[in-house]
Nanobody
Framework: QVHLVESGGGLVQPGGSLRLSCLAS????????MGWYCQVPGKQRDLVAR???????NYGDSVKGRFTISRDNSKNTVYLQMNSLKPEDTAVYSC?????????????WGQGTQVTVSS
């Protein structure tokens, strides 16, 4: 199984920046796609950004041009650089990974980190 731990959330003023990190750990696995999703109470979880193992990316429409996803396969870590933050970016951000475990593809989720954009 893959265990994901996020870090880097917090409170930031509008227009500010944050960098989220997600470290993957576990045994007998190979990680393929990784990404970030966000969720606010009462709403569905939405895609923020995803990245393949070879670095191909896709973003949710609301964050294009402001957020950048990257990964370091040697460190089993995915990052989300969040710039020009807006109050509507406030949400719990969760890390996601698709991995191959014992011959089957498995989706894993982190516990989430709170991002609050407010003055």
């Amino acid at each position: 199984q893959v265990h994901l731990v996020e870090s880097g959330g917090g409170l930031v003023q509008p227009g500010g920046s944050l960098r989220l990190s997600c470290l993957a750990s576990g045994t007998a696995w190979r990680i393929y796609d990784m990404g970030w999703y966000c969720q606010v109470p009462g709403k569905q979880r939405d895609l923020v950004a995803r990245i393949t193992r070879d670095g191909s990316t896709n973003y949710g429409d609301s964050v294009k041009g402001r957020f950048t996803i990257s990964r370091d396969n040697s460190k089993n870590t995915v990052y989300l650089q969040m710039n020009s933050l807006k109050p509507e970016d406030t949400a719990v951000y969760s890390c996601w990974a698709k991995s191959l475990v014992s011959g089957s593809y498995v989706d894993s989720w982190g516990q989430g980190t709170q991002v609050t954009v407010s003055s």
